[in-house]
Every structure is written in C-alpha cells, then in structure tokens.
C-alpha cells in the first residue's frame, strides 16, 4: 500500500542529525578525521552522552534537544547542509 507516513518521519530524521551534526563538530572539531580514519568511539561517546542514555525520559525530540544542546528542533541546519552539498555538485554561487 501507499506508505505516505513514513516521508515526514524519515524527514524529521534527516533534520535532527544535521542539528547532531553541527553541535557534535563544535565539542569534536576532529569529526572529519575521525571518521575518515574510521575512529567512531568518540563520536558514539558523545551521543551515548547527549541523545541516547536519555532514552525516553524526556516527553519529545524537542525537550531533549533543548536540553542537551540549547536549542529545539531547527530546520536551518538541513537547509545549511542542502545548500551548501547542491551547490558544489551543481557549481552554485
């Protein structure tokens, strides 16, 4: 059958690791290093210590990241890393 639900979930994920993303460089500004060299522990430790040892204790995605990064959900990372990733591909300004 026609599987629409899955879009936004997929969607929200999406969103919420290019937030991870940006606040996992700023405390391992060697993230590119690491995981060209294949070296995950410290990035695995810092989300077992932000995100996953939380588990479902706070009451949504958004109390959780307010918590642990200071800000809630923020679409703008994604649109940073689209922006910036079809912009190279396609050479735009």
């Avoid at 994920?13 to 060697?30: M, N, T, V």
């Avoid at 210590?49 to 949504?60: R, T």
Wanted: hydrophobic share 35%.
């Amino acid at each position: 059958g026609l599987a629409i639900g899955y879009f936004p979930t997929y969607l929200l994920g999406a969103i919420c690791a290019a937030q991870l993303e940006h606040y996992i460089r700023k405390d391992l500004p060697e993230f590119d290093a690491l995981v060209q060299g294949g070296e995950y522990a410290a990035i695995k430790g810092w989300l077992n210590e932000k995100i996953h040892k939380h588990g479902s204790f706070y009451g949504s995605m958004d109390e959780l990241l307010e918590r642990e990064l200071g800000e809630k959900l923020n679409p703008q990372y994604y649109i940073d890393y689209l922006v910036n990733k079809y912009s190279d591909i396609y050479e735009l300004e």
